[in-house]
Every structure is written in structure tokens, then in C-alpha cells.
T-cell receptor, first 114, second 113 residues
Framework: DAGVIQSPRHEVTEMGQEVTLRCKPI?????LFWYRQTMMRGLELLIY????????DSGMPEDRFSAKMPNASFSTLKIQPSEPRDSAVYFC????????????FGPGTRLTVL | DQQVKQNSPSLSVQEGRISILNCDYT??????FLWYKKYPAEGPTFLIS?????DKNEDGRFTVFLNKSAKHLSLHIVPSQPGDSAVYFC????????????FGSGTKLNVKP
């Protein structure tokens, strides 16, 4: 059981560049969540998928943010163009199904936009 | 509009004593509450949960108390151990957004040996 896998673990980029964060959920989990952690707002839910379909993207801050889940074992979160205020730790989490089911988090990607 | 609030960013406790972490919520439709623990450079891990039909849930050294009328929950750790030093996040779900967990901003607990 490898857990939720995220890559890269750290990303440093310059303002205006495109950033792609990747996530592999736990095998057999049907729901996937993208969160952002900042000092001011804690853990914010950006978007979640169920059976590879985006269900709620109301937490995505701007059109610069997009997420995809082309299959059950892979998801991406893309920021284009990136800005310094996007600097944060981005977590991916998965759960067996939606509802009150435990979400298992990946180790996160620390993004720094200069 | 943060629906789940943890007003204490940090807490320091002596080993062996009780740690009490607090959490308040504003949405009366929340009916399921969780605590997650997070160590540096790791993702949060589930610690304990409670449904709104209960007012207490216990798991070893960890107990969560729920006061629905006050919209308040707390996590008690007894006795506290240095390995408990971590950031603790409170989360809630329920109502139309029952598929979503709303997290607080976290409380950093430091247990001193």
C-alpha cells in the first residue's frame, strides 16, 4: 500500500510560468480531492472528483487553475500562469467514496513562485 | 468565510499533562466532525471522528467532545507525549456539501519533555 503519491515534492518557478502538480490516488479509491494549505486560510478544498468526474470546483481560486483526472489512477492540477500568491503547499487526497469517508492525504507539493 | 475556526494557532503543554485543542463551527448543518494530525513534510493523517448523534468519542489517549448547541468541539489528549507534537486540524462536513470536508487553519501543539 503505497498511499497517495504526489510529484514533485518541491517546485520552484518564476512568475508567469506554467506549473503542473501530479497525483496518484490509492488504488481502488473512487474520490480524489485537491487542497491548498496556506498560513492564513489553513486547508482549502480546491476541487474534487468522483469516478474521474469533477463534482465541485467552487474552491478553485481563478481561471488560472485547472484540474483533470484522465483515469482512475492519475490527476493533475495546473496553474497557468503562476503568480507569487500561489505559493503554498498543495495536497492531494483520496477516499473510497464520497461522503463521510476518511480521506488519505499525500505528502504534498510545496510550490514557490518567485 | 471560514466555516470552521481554530482560534489558537499554537499550544504548548508539558509531557504527561492534558492537551485541549478547540474548534468552532458556524454551519448548523454540519453533522460529522474529524480531527487530523500533521507532521512536518507529511500529509495530514486521520486521528478521530465524531457524528452529531454523539457528544463524545474516545480512542485511547484521544477523546473528542462535541457541543452542538455551542457549535464547538474539542480534542483532549491525555496524557500528552512528545510524539504528539504536530499540527492538528479540525474538519466538518454535512448538509448540501456533505461530500466536502471544511478544515480549520490548524493548531500547532508542542509537548515539552
Amino acid at each position: 500500500d503505497a498511499g497517495v503519491i504526489q510529484s514533485p515534492r518541491h517546485e520552484v518557478t518564476e512568475m508567469g510560468q506554467e506549473v503542473t502538480l501530479r497525483c496518484k490516488p490509492i488504488s481502488g479509491h473512487n474520490s480524489l480531492f485537491w487542497y491548498r494549505q496556506t498560513m492564513m486560510r489553513g486547508l482549502e478544498l480546491l476541487i474534487y472528483f468522483n469516478n474521474n468526474v469533477p463534482i465541485d470546483d467552487s474552491g478553485m481560486p481563478e481561471d488560472r487553475f485547472s484540474a483533470k483526472m484522465p483515469n482512475a489512477s492519475f490527476s493533475t492540477l495546473k496553474i497557468q500562469p503562476s503568480e507569487p500568491r500561489d505559493s503554498a503547499v498543495y495536497f492531494c487526497a483520496s477516499s473510497l467514496r464520497l461522503g463521510n469517508n476518511e480521506q488519505f492525504f499525500g505528502p504534498g507539493t510545496r510550490l514557490t513562485v518567485l | 468565510d471560514q466555516q470552521v475556526k481554530q482560534n489558537s494557532p499554537s499550544l504548548s503543554v508539558q509531557e504527561g499533562r492534558i492537551s485541549i485543542l478547540n474548534c468552532d463551527y458556524t454551519n448548523s448543518m454540519f453533522d460529522y466532525f474529524l480531527w487530523y494530525k500533521k507532521y512536518p513534510a507529511e500529509g495530514p493523517t486521520f486521528l478521530i471522528s465524531i457524528s452529531s448523534i454523539k457528544d463524545k468519542n474516545e480512542d485511547g489517549r484521544f477523546t473528542v467532545f462535541l457541543n452542538k448547541s455551542a457549535k464547538h468541539l474539542s480534542l483532549h489528549i491525555v496524557p500528552s507525549q512528545p510524539g504528539d507534537s504536530a499540527v492538528y486540524f479540525c474538519a466538518a462536513s454535512g448538509g448540501p456539501g456533505f461530500n466536502k470536508f471544511y478544515f480549520g487553519s490548524g493548531t500547532k501543539l508542542n509537548v515539552k519533555p
